[in-house]
């Protein structure tokens, strides 16, 4: 597959790493031999970082460790003992629930952006992934621009061409960066009070977040994973029947590494009547629906203009059934019981139950409880890829989207406007749209590499008025990227005014509805300092 540029190691350096690592030479390695909140610390860094998990951990973990007591230990070569209790009591009587009680730290580098998405697609796993708010993928790895070189495409026709475009697309990013960045503090000038640090770090994020969309899919992106042996099992099981090659190749190197850590867990994965026939059924579902639904509709069918965000379906009832499930446990009665009770209720009863329920939330981090998972909305979203890829994170949802491509436009953003930055924006978009359509009949699963961030993805979520207090008092924080900050406040408004929640979105108290022309993360960047200054 796509070369990995592996980094070389001294002597010294390979002796430490080799305790705590996997393995030293490939993109795919689990952490072993470190405390959970060391793992945990490295993958949060990780995030902001431009280094590698390995590099990081030398420059700046290793000096606050006492790494005496491990000298005898080489974790590349993996377990040498036999896990005798789990083979017997997992893969033979086959109780999955022992599968839900190991768990792995595991980092997946130098993946692009359409794998990323692949990784993070189950529920019951957490993630962290390298932000492009914070690292500038002007920098190059091995001399070369970061972004994912399919073996397949390079080996075609079209390889030159694919390497001369994304080659073309970097250049104009990187050569943008020094100018919007300065563009930015004449935009924003330095407030007095603040730090030169904080100050940089604003003006970095925003200019960062205005390029981003220039980035194509192909963009290589470190992930950190955090799952149980179940949850990896199922996400291997997904993986190998992913049309993507990339997807496959990367499950066979988790693979092996998972098995050094956690090979009982893992043991189905490739068994030709467990795991191989479970990935052919996922493969096959999905092809033959794939091929029914084109047999259906018509190539070339007018699709429907749409707002970014439209509310496509709830129920009508669901405050009042919420209203129900806030009283159940307090009560003796049958739910339909309450709920005729709750029909026959004034508006002023109803909201001292709510008020009751919900309490005096002080913070967005104050959720209430699980009646409020009731009432349900299905939203149909159009926006740029970059916000999607912020909003996929959320886990407590049904999600599905559909193929990455030019079809829906791009959004320019105002500030890449403001800049005078527009003709050399709308190149990069012609250029991305044009390698699309290039490599989309010889390589249907791979064109989406080409398409840019700025670039509209269609898709849909089915989300609770819990989940979605949580999504949407996170995603309109005036730190976030105005994107999301969109569909945030566009999901809320039609929460209150299309489904007449009123009740749900009273609770929703954090909502922000501003309009943020400022610098988004200097609020969180003043209190990050503030944190680090106040630290023992």
Not at 97 to 102: C, E, I, R, W
Not at 107 to 120: G, P
Not at 340 to 357: P, Q, S, W
Request: aromatic residues 10%; charged residues 30%.
């Amino acid at each position: 597959m796509s070369a990995y540029i592996a980094e070389e190691w001294t002597d010294e350096e390979a002796d430490v790493l080799r305790r705590y690592f996997t393995n030293l030479d490939q993109p795919v390695f689990a952490l072993v031999n470190l405390p959970e909140v060391v793992k945990g610390a490295l993958f949060a860094r990780y995030s902001r970082s431009a280094k590698s998990l390995r590099r990081l951990f030398l420059d700046e973990f290793l000096g606050d460790l006492d790494i005496e007591g491990d000298q005898s230990i080489d974790a590349t070569i993996g377990l040498k003992h036999a896990e005798t209790l789990y083979h017997r009591i997992f893969f033979e009587y086959g109780d999955d629930s022992v599968a839900q009680l190991g768990g792995v730290h595991l980092a997946c580098e130098q993946a692009s952006n359409l794998l990323t998405k692949v990784l993070e697609w189950g529920r019951l796993m957490s993630y962290l992934e390298q932000s492009t708010r914070y690292i500038s993928y002007g920098s190059r790895l091995g001399g070369r621009y970061r972004y994912y070189r399919d073996p397949e495409i390079l080996n075609s026709t079209y390889g030159t061409r694919y390497v001369g475009d994304m080659d073309r697309i970097f250049d104009i990013y990187s050569d943008l960066i020094s100018p919007m960045q300065e563009f930015v503090r004449e935009s924003f000038p330095k407030h007095p009070d603040d730090s030169d640090f904080v100050y940089r770090q604003a003006v970095k994020a925003k200019a960062f977040d205005a390029l981003r969309g220039l980035l194509p899919a192909s963009s290589l992106s470190n992930v950190g994973i955090y799952g149980t042996g179940q949850a990896y099992e199922a996400l291997l099981l997904r993986m190998r029947a992913h049309p993507l090659p990339e997807s496959r190749f990367y499950a066979d190197l988790m693979l092996t590494e998972l098995r050094k850590v956690i090979p009982s867990f893992l043991e189905r994965v490739d068994l030709e009547d467990r795991g191989v026939v479970w990935s052919e059924y996922i493969e096959n579902t999905r092809e033959d629906t794939k091929d029914v639904v084109h047999s259906l509709l018509q190539e070339g069918t007018p699709i429907d203009p749409s707002p970014v965000v439209k509310l496509v379906d709830f129920d009508p009832d669901g405050e009042s059934k919420m209203l129900a499930s806030m009283m159940y446990q307090h009560s003796n009665l049958p739910e339909e019981q309450l709920q005729r009770r709750v029909a026959g209720m004034n508006t002023e009863d109803k909201l001292a139950i709510v008020r009751a329920y919900v309490g005096d939330r002080t913070n967005r981090r104050h959720k209430p409880g699980r009646a409020l998972e009731r009432p349900f909305y299905r939203f149909d979203v159009l926006v740029d890829y970059g916000a999607f890829r912020d909003l996929q994170r959320h886990r407590m949802l049904t999600m599905e989207w559909q193929p990455l491509s030019p079809t829906h436009g791009y959004t320019r953003p105002p500030l890449i406007e403001a800049a005078g930055m527009t003709a050399a924006f709308d190149e990069v978009m012609e250029r991305s749209a044009l390698l699309y359509d290039l490599l989309l009949d010889d390589f249907p699963d791979q064109a989406s590499y080409a398409v840019s961030l700025a670039y509209k993805i269609r898709f849909n979520m089915n989300i609770n008025a819990r989940s979605a207090m949580h999504l949407i008092e996170l995603r309109t924080t005036p730190q976030g990227h105005p994107s999301y900050r969109e569909v945030g406040q566009e999901m809320y408004r039609l929460i209150k005014e299309e489904a007449g929640h009123h009740l749900v979105s009273e609770m929703m108290k954090f909502v922000d509805l501003t309009d943020e022309t400022d610098l988004e993360r200097l609020a969180s960047e003043r209190r990050a300092e503030e944190k680090r200054q106040t630290s023992p």
